[in-house]
T-cell receptor, first 114, second 116 residues
Framework: AQSVTQLDSQVPVFEEAPVELRCNYS??????LFWYVQYPNQGLQLLLK??????LVKGINGFEAEFNKSQTSFHLRKPSVHISDTAEYFC????????????FGGGTRLMVKP | DTGVSQNPRHKITKRGQNVTFRCDPI?????LYWYRQTLGQGPEFLTY????????KSRLLSDRFSAERPKGSFSTLEIQRTEQGDSAMYLC??????????????FGSGTRLTVV
């Protein structure tokens, strides 16, 4: 069974500082990985995805993530955050199983301070 | 393409009542998913449809939960005899799926259910 773990429930950071949100997954089969962002009282918006190929994936809003198979990690990074990046971030994975069901991590609340 | 639409946005109901939520997916998407998100948690998978066929429903939380997608377009999620523990955000998503591909879902804004 696949599981996704987000190691930090909250990450406070000052505006314009770099940030890394950590995600580890467990799987014994091929895996697809995603990062979603959720603003208050809204649904989830896809930031980026890893399907195959290059392990460095670039997404929207200046975010990027690196797939590391040996460490089973898919950490999300941004070199300089803005106040508007304050939100909940979810890492998710799916295997090549029926329906491509997503398994989500518990989320990381990114709090950008002025 | 107006995205995934969910109605209502908010629902307050008394314990024991039945509720039904609607989801209208992106028109060309053949797959439709329902997830539940409780406060401070990531979404958890409930069920999904490929066209009108419900291909996975073992994750529905109890037999009080049921979902339909009668014509392969919109879907409804019904909860019978609601309990306070059913209070959560119910999220719908759609995708163009098949084979080994998984290109990411488009989520709706969710229906927030409060059972009092």
């Amino acid at each position: 069974a696949q599981s996704v773990t987000q190691l930090d429930s909250q990450v406070p950071v000052f505006e314009e500082a770099p940030v890394e949100l950590r995600c580890n997954y467990s799987s014994s089969v091929s895996v697809y990985l995603f990062w979603y962002v959720q603003y208050p009282n809204q649904g989830l918006q896809l930031l980026l995805k890893y399907l195959s190929g290059s392990t460095l994936v670039k997404g929207i809003n200046g975010f990027e993530a690196e797939f590391n198979k040996s460490q089973t990690s898919f950490h999300l990074r941004k070199p300089s955050v803005h106040i508007s990046d304050t939100a909940e971030y979810f890492c998710a994975g799916s295997g090549v199983d029926a329906g491509n069901m997503l398994t989500f991590g518990g989320g990381t609340r990114l709090m950008v301070k002025p | 393409d107006t995205g995934v639409s969910q109605n209502p946005r908010h629902k307050i109901t008394k314990r024991g009542q039945n509720v039904t939520f609607r989801c209208d997916p992106i028109s060309e998407h053949n797959r439709l998913y329902w997830y539940r998100q409780t406060l401070g948690q990531g979404p958890e998978f409930l069920t999904y449809f490929q066209n009108e066929a419900q291909l996975e429903k073992s994750r529905l939380l109890s037999d009080r939960f049921s979902a339909e997608r009668p014509k392969g377009s919109f879907s409804t999620l019904e909860i019978q005899r609601t309990e306070q523990g059913d209070s959560a955000m119910y999220l719908c998503a759609s995708s163009l799926g098949g084979g080994r591909g998984n290109y990411g879902y488009t989520f709706g804004s969710g229906t927030r259910l409060t059972v009092v």
